[in-house]
């Protein structure tokens, strides 16, 4: 039963993640353009324990993802990190920003602030 809490815990995360992102309206356009930062992030879910563990294995999907993000709106994976959402989520900023890097992502924002964290 312990072993399948974590992956218990990462599919009610997605769950609260998806349906938030149905609930809320977004609010013109911000870092993540158009999309709402719940569903930018909802579709982040498969991100959620690398995001939280540095020593956790990123998954395919989420350096995907990860990826999509990156090449449509860079500045909406920071916003994502640093949103309340993810913190609810136990998303560690500290850590989540080095899910690029882990992912070997060549066009990832080398240098740039996330808040108080520089993106490795």
């Given at each position: ?51 939280g ?22 500045k ?45």
């Open positions: 039963m312990a072993s399948n809490m974590p992956t218990c815990f990462a599919a009610v995360m997605a769950l609260m993640l998806v349906s938030q992102a149905f609930v809320r309206e977004a609010n013109g356009a911000g870092e993540c353009g158009k999309t709402p930062i719940q569903s930018a992030a909802a579709s982040l879910s498969s991100c959620l324990s690398a995001a563990n540095a020593k956790a294995k990123v998954s395919p999907t989420c350096c995907t993802k990860v990826t999509a993000l990156i090449n449509t709106a860079p909406c994976l920071c916003a994502v990190v640093l949103s309340p959402l993810a913190k609810k989520a136990g998303i560690k900023p500290a850590i989540a920003i080095t899910v690029p890097k882990r992912c070997n992502i060549k066009n990832r924002p080398v240098g740039k602030k996330c808040g108080s964290y520089i993106i490795p």
